[in-house]
């Protein structure tokens, strides 16, 4: 069995981690991680989410979701 991602399996993660990176670790950094995010930090976490298409990642395009594969919602989450 071959478990080599596809190029655009890689691009897919690489997009999730420069995510990551830019936008969301820097709402996380700036909150103490014992405590949950305040309402504010975590609606701009999910207006990220919202913007790339995660908020319904699984959900067939035609019901307003991306229709991602298992797979690749694995590789992005």
Do not use: C, H, W
Request: glycine letters at 8%.
């Amino acid at each position: 069995m071959d478990f080599t991602l596809s190029e655009e399996q890689r691009i897919l993660q690489n997009s999730a981690r420069s995510m990551v990176t830019k936008e969301l670790r820097p709402v996380l950094d700036r909150n103490d991680p014992d405590r949950p995010l305040p309402k504010e930090e975590m609606l701009a976490v999910y207006s990220v989410f919202g913007r790339e298409g995660l908020t319904a990642p699984r959900l067939p395009v035609d019901d307003g979701g991306s229709g991602m594969k298992m797979l690749d919602y694995g590789l992005v989450f």
